[in-house]
């Protein structure tokens, strides 16, 4: 079965970097696409950032767009996120998930949203504070 872990997560002052970790195994597949999601205390899952196995395209919410950076060792199956300049709002449970047997736009998984999502892995938590 195919199993996700997140790290990466902790303690970050507004203004700083951080380095968020998605590590995936059971994959026996070359097509999938992999994305990054948060939960605020009392609201809920959106969407981060996505990228794509098959050609390494990429998609980023608006929220992080211009400030982040999502790649895939596809060797390692594992999906890394930068975030930089981090803000107050950026504080949440950052999970990752997958998409299996994909190989299409990334947008459609964007519409489809975190109920498209086929695996889940457990969450890590980014703390946002001075």
Known sequence: ???????????????????????????TFDDY???WFRQAPGKGRDQVAWVSSTDGSTWY?????GRSAISIDRRKYTVYLQISSMKPEDAAVYSCGIETFYNGPLQVLVSLGPEGVD????????????
């Open 1 to 27: 079965e195919v199993q996700l872990q997140a790290s990466g997560g902790g303690l970050v002052e507004p203004g700083g970097s951080l380095r968020l970790v998605c590590t995936a195994s059971g994959i």
């Open 33 to 35: 696409a992999i994305g």
């Open 61 to 65: 919410a608006e929220s992080v767009e």
């Open 119 to 130: 695996y889940w892995g457990e969450g890590t938590q980014v703390t946002v504070s001075s």
